[in-house]
């Protein structure tokens, strides 16, 4: 049988990519439930503590509200079976999907516009103007 390693709040957190007071305000929440503590009171963690850290965390770089991460943990109604387990995860993953999709949209979008101010920006470094005309359409572009 596989050795469980404990883990203190300062490496969970280093872990997973949160700060401690991210890793207690979660705690306070209930998103996220330490799987023991010593005889003194300190939280510990395991392996899987830090995974459902970095999941909540992927949820909130996806723009994710604290109410819609209890939804995709299933705080809110809990799955009974494995079936509906198995379903509420496809829909959560769908919805990651979704948004990712939604963030390279934008990402797209920016990228283009960059390029076409690089595009006309370069025009300038041609251009053997002494002073940039007020009809010149790089000239929007110019910092």
Known sequence: MAEVVSLQIGDVARKAGVSLRTVRYYEELGLLIPSGRTSGGMRLYIGR??????????????????????????????????????????????????????????????????????TNVKKCTECTAGKCPESCPSRAYLL
């Open 49 to 118: 503590d830090v995974t459902r850290l970095r999941f909540i965390r992927r949820l909130r770089m996806l723009h994710l509200s604290l109410d819609e991460v209890k939804v995709a943990l299933g705080l809110e109604q809990p799955p009974a079976t494995r079936q509906e387990r198995i379903a509420h995860t496809l829909d959560v993953l769908q919805m990651e999907d979704s948004r990712a999709s939604e963030q390279m949209a934008l990402l797209d979008d920016l990228r283009r516009e960059v390029n076409e101010a690089l």
